[in-house]
């Protein structure tokens, strides 16, 4: 099994920035990627930043140039850091993780953390 844990969410004003952290711990594998996802009320989850073991990174379009993700593989951690905040970031941010155990596909999610953007 494989936990994460999330930190780094709140609420901020447009415009104004926040760093999120996800801290992996458990039995990990060979590690395909970590990346973070968000979930707005009425919404589907959709993914925001994505990071492969390789560190080949992927960004949601409505992102790019605003957002970093970033990871610490001596902590197990990956960040988010999240610039320029708008009003339609608001949502449920949740960390993800999908390895490889035994030639067999597993994928962790954290217990999500609140970002709420709003003047």
């Known amino acids: 099994q494989v936990q994460l844990v999330e930190s780094g969410g709140g609420s901020v004003q447009p415009g104004g920035s926040l760093r999120l952290s996800c801290a992996a711990s458990g039995s990990i594998f060979r590690l395909l990627y970590m990346g973070w996802y968000r979930q707005a009320p009425g919404n589907q989850r959709e993914l925001v930043a994505q990071?492969?073991?390789?560190?080949?990174?992927h960004y949601a379009d409505s992102v790019k140039g605003r957002f970093t993700i970033s990871r610490d593989n001596a902590k197990g951690t990956v960040y988010l850091q999240m610039n320029s905040l708008e009003p339609e970031d608001t949502a449920v941010y949740y960390c993800?993780?999908?390895?490889?155990?035994?030639?067999?596909?597993?994928?962790?999610w954290g217990q999500g953390t609140q970002v709420t953007v709003s003047s």
């Open positions: 993800n993780l999908i390895q490889l155990r035994n030639a067999r596909r597993e994928e962790y």
């Open positions: 990071m492969s073991a390789g560190t080949i990174i």
